[in-house]
């Protein structure tokens, strides 16, 4: 029993020791297929930065559609306020309040129409 559980810990310090000792990377699975190893290193690279592109592009998106919303707040604000101060008893009273000689038409608006030719 006391050789069983001998070769277990040489076994299990075997291993550790061959992977932390760097002896893995020259044994025959890794050298056989380091072209392989190599493209997977690249891969995974590759998918990093794309991912981390993603995400940039995902906040900078959602920057843009912030900026957005808030230029169509203003936007719609500033109709609102041009509308109330085009009406006309607002521009009476501004040209009031500015002394204007200005005055509100009391006689009605006519229409001077050309006259028909005669044939």
Known sequence: MSDNMKKKKKKKGGIINYIMGGRIFISD??????????????????????????????????RLTKKRDEMRNNLLT????????????????????KESDLEVATKPIYKIEKPKEEK
Request: net charge negative; aromatic share 14%.
């Open 78 to 97: 500033m109709r609102s306020e041009f509308s109330y101060k085009s009406r006309q008893t607002e521009i009476e009273k501004l040209l009031y309040e």
């Open 29 to 62: 699975i890794i050298t056989n297929n380091a072209m392989l190893l190599a493209l997977i290193v690249v891969y995974a690279f590759i998918y990093v930065s794309n991912h981390y592109e993603y995400e940039q592009e995902l906040l900078k998106i959602d």
